[in-house]
């Protein structure tokens, strides 16, 4: 039989290498869509931790991030965008400018600076010498920060989960109107495992009571694989969430399903299929950090130029 000869025209690199899909995110990332929605959730999220500063007694290892702005919740903001720019210009304007305080410490420009305060109430409920108000107030800064992500994290999800499977422009109206009917499932979904690890830590606690005694020791020896096993589904379920939170949103912005289903997706997909994972991660990691510098640079240009244009007409 003759063989038929066929040109190669052009090659969809997007068939080829699915991943690259990923890439269209950063796009979608610097939309003003997406700025909107991020700068008032973080508006929203830093002025509710500086009210609880303000209302209750925060340790002094926890200040720096709880209550940057020393009182003042609507100068927060201010604390969460680097002022390198703004010094920049300090430095070289003509007349001299006042001195401006630093307040890059507070949240990094860089992607993992911004991971760490996002996340910091819950890395400060583990400290070792944390009271019991300690915790109580952290566990409100938690359930805060998650309630108030979980509406504007969902629209975010839902613009880009449409973009990228439908290519559709989803409005910023559309967007929050989806948030406001999922908040409760994108709102329960990171919660429910959090749950489970706390249901499994409290008959360990009464364990723990055991270990007082003696007598405790020994009964406390006798049950101590049982405790394992406790153990070992606290941390499997503590490693899912740690990892596959984010897919319980974008789950539910995309199927728009419920919590349950969107969990069990997650945690599937993470112990299914967990290079793949870690692959489209580092991926998308390194595309967040981008778009993290470019919004970082930009805010922060936003702010050095109005202080330098205001500071003129101050003297």
């Not at 489209?280 to 109005?306: C, E, F, K, N, Q």
């Amino acid at each position: 039989m003759p063989h038929s000869e066929q040109a190669l025209r052009s090659v969809v690199w997007t068939q080829v290498f699915p991943w690259l899909i990923i890439a269209r995110v950063f796009r979608i990332a610097v939309s003003a869509r997406m700025l909107i929605l991020g700068a008032a959730g973080l508006l929203l999220m830093l002025n509710y931790w500086a009210v609880l500063a303000t209302l209750f007694t925060v340790p002094e290892r926890d200040r720096p991030w709880l209550a940057p702005a020393d009182g003042c919740p609507w100068l927060a903001i201010d604390h969460a965008v680097a002022d390198h720019w703004t010094e920049q210009l300090v430095r070289n304007a003509a007349p001299p400018l006042p001195a401006v305080r630093s307040s890059a410490g507070v949240l990094d420009t860089s992607f993992f600076g911004a991971w760490r305060q996002l996340s910091a109430p819950m890395i400060a409920m583990f400290a070792l010498d944390a009271s019991i108000s300690d915790v109580a107030v952290m566990l409100l800064a938690a359930f805060g920060s998650l309630a108030i992500w979980a509406f504007f994290g969902g629209a975010m999800a839902r613009i880009a989960a449409v973009q990228l499977t439908c290519d559709e422009h989803v409005g910023l109206t559309a967007a929050l109107r989806f948030a406001c009917q999922k908040w409760l499932s994108l709102f329960a979904a990171p919660l429910i495992p959090a749950c489970g690890i706390v249901a499994a830590g409290v008959p360990l606690w009464f364990l723990g009571l055991l270990l007082r005694s003696g007598v405790g020791m020994f009964l406390a020896s006798l049950v101590w694989p049982a405790a394992l096993v406790f153990g070992a589904i606290m941390a499997l379920l503590a490693l899912g969430l740690l990892f596959a939170w984010p897919l319980m949103w974008a789950t539910i912005a995309t199927e728009g399903s419920d919590s349950f289903d969107a969990i069990s997706r997650a945690y599937a997909y993470l112990f299914q299929r967990p290079v793949h994972y870690l692959f489209y991660a580092t991926v998308a990691a390194l595309l967040a950090w981008l778009g993290w510098l470019v919004v970082g640079t930009i805010t922060s240009g936003v702010v050095g130029m109005a202080y330098w244009s205001a500071s003129w007409g101050s003297g």
